[in-house]
């Protein structure tokens, strides 16, 4: 088998982070997502990978490089324009050829991996596994009628769902998937859905079969939803302290440190994971919190937040919490008179003043 990750989205979503960076490179625990993916194939017994990359190639490319550092041998497609995710399985036909494969959308994120979903589209005779799980919203993502746990009719956001199982972001193919997506037309939204092909393969008689997920999922496509899963990981993150902490400081909790970081009279309360480099100066970092490489955090109170690489948050009076902040971020109390709130901001930011 091989395995197709989509990555050539745009992250409308996550704007302003994603103005600048690939939404799939956003770090749930100090990891991009996209890892996680890559991860998950490899732990699947997948080592042969392809990765559909759109205008952040680039920055995609050199993330994972040639996908030895993970075991995995990979190799880049080009997408010219994001136009569904059928399209992005259609622009791999040359490279998926005839062999099976496992689809897994680059911003998806499943902590307990994808291994007992492929051992059983391994060794069950079928042409489609799509892998669902009960939400909340299901208007907001595609949605799966079933019977009897067979899948019947397929809807991508439906305004009056009949069911509330909803498509995970991974889904496993034969080649007949081919066949459907050049049979199918671009929806309202002018995209070719993975829903209509998958429907296809139905209606034609093919063997689509179901299974719905047990243990966490999430689409880290806003930042609620990356603060979750930075929540889920750090849940069973194994304790490690490869930095400094010096006699001043207290670590509670399970806490991951990095090479070369510091903490200097202050209070790790965790899970936490702090990454390289960074210097944790006089502050207190709350539970579900992760700081990522070369960060300096000083005079200041953070808890259940991601900071991005690169940032400098010092002397803040009231604790940040519950926040996803950006790369080369600086937040700094200022000495200038009359007190009021210096602000330089990106499109779709979103400040809650106290």
């Known amino acids: 088998m091989k395995g197709l990750i989509l990555s050539g989205g745009k992250g409308t979503r996550l704007r302003p982070f994603t103005y600048t960076g690939a939404k799939q490179l956003v770090p749930v625990g100090n990891k991009p997502v996209l890892f996680y993916a890559i991860e998950n194939l490899v732990q699947a017994g997948i080592t042969d990978i392809g990765i559909v990359v759109g205008d952040t190639r680039d920055q995609i490319k050199a993330a994972v490089g040639d996908g030895s550092r993970f075991g995995a041998q990979v190799t880049y497609i080009h997408q010219d324009e994001p136009r569904g995710l059928a399209h992005g399985v259609k622009v791999a036909e040359d490279y998926l050829g005839e062999e099976r494969f496992v689809l897994f959308l680059g911003d998806n994120f499943l902590r307990d991996g994808i291994i007992p979903l492929v051992e059983r589209f391994r060794n069950e005779q079928m042409n489609c596994l799509i892998v669902l799980t009960k939400v909340k919203h299901p208007q907001e993502f595609g949605i799966a009628e079933c019977i009897n746990g067979k899948p019947i009719r397929l809807v991508e956001k439906p305004r009056k769902p009949k069911s509330d199982?909803?498509?995970?972001?991974?889904?496993?193919?034969?080649?007949?998937?081919?066949?459907?997506?050049?049979?199918?037309?671009?929806?309202?939204?002018?995209e070719l859905e993975?829903?209509?092909?998958?429907?296809?393969?139905?209606?034609?008689?093919?063997?689509?079969?179901?299974?719905?997920?047990?243990?966490?999922?999430?689409?880290t496509g806003k930042m609620e939803d990356i603060l979750e899963a930075n929540r889920l990981v750090l849940e069973v993150i194994e304790e490690r302290i490869e930095g400094h902490v010096d006699q001043t400081s207290t670590i509670q909790g399970k806490v991951v440190l990095e090479r070369g970081a510091e903490v200097i009279n202050s209070v790790i309360r965790g899970p936490v994971a702090i990454g390289e480099r960074t210097r944790i100066i006089n502050s207190y970092i709350g539970p579900f919190s992760s700081i990522y490489h070369d960060c300096v955090i000083k005079n200041s109170e953070i808890e259940h937040s991601i900071i991005l690489e690169n940032s400098c948050i010092e002397d803040i009076e009231h604790r940040i919490d519950y926040s996803l902040i950006g790369r080369y971020v600086e937040v700094t109390k200022s000495p200038m008179k009359p007190k009021a709130y210096k602000l330089v901001l990106g499109d779709h930011s979103k400040v809650g003043i106290l």
């Open 165 to 190: 199982l909803a498509l995970v972001g991974v889904y496993m193919f034969d080649h007949h998937i081919f066949e459907a997506v050049d049979s199918i037309k671009p929806s309202t939204r002018g």
């Open 194 to 219: 993975i829903t209509d092909a998958i429907q296809y393969l139905i209606d034609s008689g093919r063997a689509v079969c179901a299974q719905e997920l047990q243990g966490g999922w999430i689409d």
